[in-house]
């Protein structure tokens, strides 16, 4: 089945993208925002993070968290929202023929927040909470160190929920003052799927979002390469197991390589027919868990690979996974291997939009942070098309001396030891 989408923008400069389903029986609404923890200043970290919480805790028509959630819930749908480096996004599913309120409910809390003073005061202690538990999570903790580590001291390399002291200094002006810098109409996408009808979208859209005033959208500060990066970072902790995170500078959102990029990391770290799977986990047993994921951002991006294993173990590990990364710089892949990574991106990608909900996540995050939306045909094709040579020059573009990070959250963890090992590896 061919999927397709249409367009639209209003006069303001909200951008309107519906999905057609007509067999489904949800419809799927998402509101996009060009902004996240990367739009922060310093001593305002996680203010992206935090309003998102508040967004949810009562709107004008809605006053408060319960008559939100009531509203959605009670029509057999669900509602969240997430913030990342670079995007926000708030969402809910429902059946279908709740189009109507799925839109009202969405463009009630984000246009007409109420930002109580004492919703505030309770959430704050809430978003505490949530930094406290990540903190908690040696697998989610040593992520953090990873990319305090590789971008250093400026936005990109702060945790997006920020930190216990940032958040709590954070008021009600400051929501105020981003909301009007960033949740401006040319900034936002509007991305709906399911069983709908796009021009019901588009006029549903102008009744609620076309008294928003048109101003220009913002952008972010570029990376700061001149920002001091640390080549290990290290924590000691008094549990069993070691939690290993590396990182290699990777490339921009648009970047022509971006898909040989990802037929690299399958080929690296994804599933268990991947190389580190079988090298670390199935042919040592040095790990229970062990894989690699890519993100992009606008200029820059990472190659990130995590693992799991027992304290005597990481030395090895580490040498074992630089010894895969070099493998990809200095042996060509055979063509059975290309193929069967082929295969496995492409089926991958194909299951990752099974339904509604995927499909008007994927529109609506192209259109904002690409200004187009590709084909999954023309995905799958240019996937298929990815060669060993690509692969190698992918390879030689990433992996480079000096630019590897790594990061330990595990008992006895020392971060000078962990430069040694690194030098060692000549990483």
Not at 264 to 292: C, D, I, P, T
Not at 320 to 329: D, H, S, W
Not at 341 to 349: E, L, M
């Amino acid at each position: 089945m061919t999927i397709s989408w249409e367009i639209s923008e209003l006069p303001n400069g909200l951008r309107i993208v519906t999905t057609p389903l007509p067999t489904a029986q949800s419809v799927s609404v998402s509101l996009f925002t060009g902004t996240g923890s990367r739009a922060e200043e310093r001593g305002s970290q996680g203010l992206a993070h935090f309003l998102e919480h508040m967004i949810f805790k009562g709107s004008e028509r809605r006053p408060t968290a319960m008559a939100i959630a009531e509203a959605v819930e009670g029509a057999g749908g669900v509602l969240n929202a997430y913030t990342t480096k670079e995007v926000t996004c708030f969402w809910n599913h429902l059946p279908f023929d709740k189009l109507e309120l799925a839109m009202d409910v969405l463009a009630d809390m984000v246009l007409h927040p109420l930002l109580d003073a004492q919703e505030m005061e309770r959430e704050r202690s809430v978003v505490q909470q949530e930094i406290r538990r990540n903190r908690d999570q040696p697998g989610v903790w040593v992520g953090e160190l990873l990319t305090q580590a590789l971008f250093g001291d400026q936005p990109l390399g702060w945790s997006t929920a920020g930190n216990e002291e940032t958040v709590a200094t954070i008021q009600r002006q400051h929501f105020l003052d981003y909301m009007d810098a960033w949740y401006v109409p040319a900034n936002l996408v509007l991305s709906v799927a399911g069983n709908v009808d796009h021009q019901q979208v588009v006029t549903l859209a102008r009744r609620h979002f076309q008294d928003r005033p048109a101003k220009p959208s913002p952008s972010f500060l570029p990376l700061d390469s001149d920002v001091p990066a640390q080549r290990v970072a290290a924590e000691a902790r008094p549990i069993s197991q070691a939690n290993l995170a590396m990182a290699l500078p990777a490339f921009a959102r648009k970047d022509p390589d971006r898909y040989a990029l990802m037929i690299f990391n399958s080929l690296l770290g994804r599933g268990m027919s991947s190389r580190l799977f079988k090298e670390v986990r199935e042919k040592r047993g040095l790990a229970y868990s062990v894989g690699s994921a890519v993100s992009r951002y606008f200029d820059t991006g990472l190659l990130l690979i995590s693992a799991g294993v027992a304290p005597q173990n990481l030395k090895e590990a580490t040498r074992v996974i630089v010894g895969e990364l070099r493998k990809l710089l200095e042996e060509p892949v055979s063509e059975e291997e290309m193929t069967r990574v082929r295969d496995y991106s492409v089926g991958g990608f194909r299951l990752s939009l099974e339904t509604s909900m995927a499909l008007g996540q994927r529109a609506g995050d192209l259109l904002l942070t690409m200004d187009e939306i590709e084909s999954i045909e023309s995905v799958v094709e240019k996937l298929r098309a990815i060669t060993a040579d690509d692969v190698m020059r992918v390879a030689h573009r990433i992996v480079q001396a000096g630019k590897l990070v790594l990061a330990v959250v595990g008992p006895d963890a020392q971060s000078e030891e962990l430069g040694e090992l690194l030098a060692a590896t000549a990483a």
